[in-house]
């Protein structure tokens, strides 16, 4: 089992949508997950990061935790084309507070 | 930009080589985390960096080595090169005060190996 999974996608979702982002951990003592956006041919891009259980809002991303499912997610309200991209998730261990594993990815793809 | 640099930005090397890559943190900036990314995937944990220490290492062989300079640049080897090492390797610096928390990737170094 991977410690953090993500579904590859693409997730296909028209412009103007909500895009809904999921991913899955399996140590229950990660402490902290991060969403990066990274586009093609381009090094990650730091979106937000949650360490509470709930929403963390921050302009149309909106993060959600729930540490009791192990569960994180990204909603990213009015899609626009230029959020076509992988979006990676992240989770910091407490065992190895330095080490930040990342899922595979799942990417975006905004149509018009 | 994040203000993270990385050099260079493409090698081509021969199996059984070593090769070292170098990473410039943003400003004040004391800790450096290494990744290597293979296409198609997230990056895997290398190895980070805290004022010159090694402050925690991925599941890599002892070939990857790296050290931290006192401006907090950083340095990654890798030796006795595989095939397998050819991907994309990223630095990500942090400030200090957010334990990590926020890294900001530099534009990576794309090694491959034949």
């Known amino acids: 089992q991977k410690e953090v999974e993500q579904n590859s996608g693409p997730l296909s979702v028209p412009e103007g949508a909500i895009a809904s982002l999921n991913c899955t951990y399996s140590?229950?003592?990660?402490?902290?997950f991060f969403w990066y956006r990274q586009y093609s041919g381009k090094s990650p891009e730091l979106i937000m990061f949650i360490y509470s259980n709930g929403d963390k809002e921050d302009g149309r991303f909106t993060a959600q935790l729930n540490k009791a499912s192990q569960y994180v997610s990204l909603l990213i309200r009015d899609s626009q084309p230029s959020d076509s991209a992988t979006y990676l998730c992240?989770?910091?261990?407490?065992?190895?507070?330095?080490?930040?594993?990342f899922g595979s990815g799942t990417r975006l793809s905004i149509r018009p | 930009e994040t203000g993270v640099t990385q050099s260079p930005t493409h090698l081509i090397k021969t199996r059984g080589q070593q090769v070292t890559l170098r990473c410039s943190s943003q400003?004040?900036?004391?800790?450096v985390s290494w990744y290597q990314q293979a296409l198609g995937q997230g990056p895997q944990f290398i190895f980070q960096y805290y004022r010159e220490e090694e402050n925690g290492r991925g599941n890599f062989p002892p070939r990857f080595s790296g050290l931290q300079f006192p401006n907090y640049s950083s340095e990654l080897n890798v030796n006795a090169l595989e095939l397998d090492d050819s991907a994309l390797y990223l630095c990500?610096?942090?400030?200090?005060?957010?334990?990590?928390?926020?890294?900001?990737f530099g534009p990576g170094t794309r090694l491959t190996v034949t």
């Open positions: 140590d229950r003592g990660s402490q902290s």
């Open positions: 400003s004040g900036h004391n800790t």
């Open positions: 990500a610096s942090s400030r200090p005060g957010t334990g990590g928390y926020e890294q900001y």
């Open positions: 992240a989770g910091r261990g407490y065992s190895s507070a330095s080490k930040i594993i």
